[in-house]
């Protein structure tokens, strides 16, 4: 498998003597600190349901402290600074069968231990997509004019560590940064899908375009939404109690603007400090 060139290292920094790789856990916290805070929070419910989980948390060096090694088996550190550091890091996955999960979840009960028989007959399998639960009215569908809805949710993925499917997530990587640095391409579509990866995911896997035909050949299932939800999922969108939650989109943009202020506040006090024995601050 041939992967793109980059400054990363992907190094290991942590390895539990204890850990066994036939299958596991991924997490990726990227970029902004509170996703870290939130690997810590889920990873934490994933062992309270699943105590002998193995766990791998993919993050920055700068991000980790003596708590990670209490829940995770594995850092691995050297990551893309990217929003979307996750398809890179689920096409380096440890483990023989993985589920990606992401950090802003919660793991609410023991049948999470079943999940991996999920895939038996399958290749990778995704969450679903619901169309009260998307951010836009315009990212139900793919194209506009309302043909193609998204129906995968890359919020969670589970997958057979095998050449093409680890291929895939790399190109899953590859042409979303694409997506983000080239102007906008797809007239049959709306803008709007620019900042985001789901709709390079219905691209790899819609049949759209010959160049990704490859990835026909992977065999995909759709999990039932309790394995994959959110908290303003109805009743009736449930045929079962919620596995996994993942967090409201609204309560993490603000938890991100709270960083910030904190960041902001940090750096007025540091600069503060650096100055006063000259006298002079502004």
């Known amino acids: 498998m041939k992967m793109t060139t980059t400054t990363t290292t992907n190094e290991l920094v942590y390895k539990s003597p204890d850990i066994k790789h036939d299958k596991g856990f991924v997490y990726v916290a990227s970029l902004i600190p509170s996703y870290y805070e939130f690997s810590l929070l889920s990873a934490q419910s994933l062992r309270d349901h699943y105590p002998e989980a193995n766990i791998t948390l993919f993050t920055h060096q700068d991000f980790v402290d003596g708590r990670a090694e209490r829940l995770f088996d594995e850092i691995r550190v050297g990551i893309p600074h990217s929003r979307r550091a996750k398809m890179w890091c689920m096409a380096r996955t440890p483990y023989d069968v993985t589920l990606y999960n992401d950090v802003d979840s919660l793991v609410r009960r023991s ?149 910030k202020s904190i960041d902001r506040n940090i750096n007025y006090y540091e600069k503060k400090k650096k100055t006063e024995n000259s006298g002079v601050f502004s």
Not at 118 to 128: C, E, L, T, V, W
Not at 194 to 215: A, G, V
Not at 234 to 241: G, S
Not at 248 to 259: A, H, V, W
Request: with cysteine.
């Open 111 to 259: 049948k999470i231990k079943k999940v991996f028989d999920q895939i038996k007959n399958y290749d990778m399998a995704f969450g679903s997509n619901l169309d009260y639960t998307v951010a836009d009215p315009e990212l139900v569908y793919a194209d506009t004019n309302h043909e193609h809805k998204i129906i995968h949710h890359g919020s969670l993925c589970l997958y057979h560590k095998s050449d093409l499917n680890l291929e895939f997530h790399q190109t899953w990587y590859d042409e979303y940064i694409k997506q983000l640095s080239a102007p906008w391409e797809y007239d049959w579509a709306d803008p709007v899908w620019k900042k985001y990866d789901m709709h390079t995911l219905w691209r790899l896997m819609s049949n759209n375009e010959s160049r990704f035909d490859r990835y026909q050949k992977i065999k995909i299932k759709l999990l039932e939404r309790h394995w994959n939800n959110t908290f303003i999922d109805r009743k009736q969108d449930l045929n079962e109690p919620p596995i996994i939650t993942q967090l409201n989109r609204t309560f993490i943009s603000g938890i991100n603007e709270y960083q």
